[in-house]
């Protein structure tokens, strides 16, 4: 029997708890891993930034240079990374 995650508890045939056990899945942060969760994991970190690209590429194409500065202002301030390559100034990527 689990008591959520924590103990794990064992009983005989006739249904007496014989022995309690605390159970730590992850130690000091430590987990596992799943072997298809880098899979995952780097699909949903490319198609976020794709999707970032596009946000980036068509603010910048509806604000022109202005818009290039904020972009990078708030890159600077850290609220986001950067797609690679930035859409430059005479033609967007």
Excluded: C, W
Aim: net charge positive.
């Amino acid at each position: 029997e689990s008591d959520f995650g924590k103990k794990l508890k064992v009983y005989d045939i006739s249904g007496r708890m014989i022995s309690e056990h605390e159970v730590r899945l992850f130690y000091k942060g430590i987990r596992p891993e799943h072997p298809e969760h880098n899979e995952i994991n780097e699909a949903y970190r490319q198609k976020k930034e794709a999707n970032r690209a596009e946000t980036i590429k068509k603010f910048i194409e509806t604000f022109s240079d202005i818009g290039r500065q904020y972009v990078v202002s708030v890159y600077k301030l850290r609220l986001f990374t950067l797609p690679r390559p930035l859409p430059s100034r005479e033609g967007l990527i």
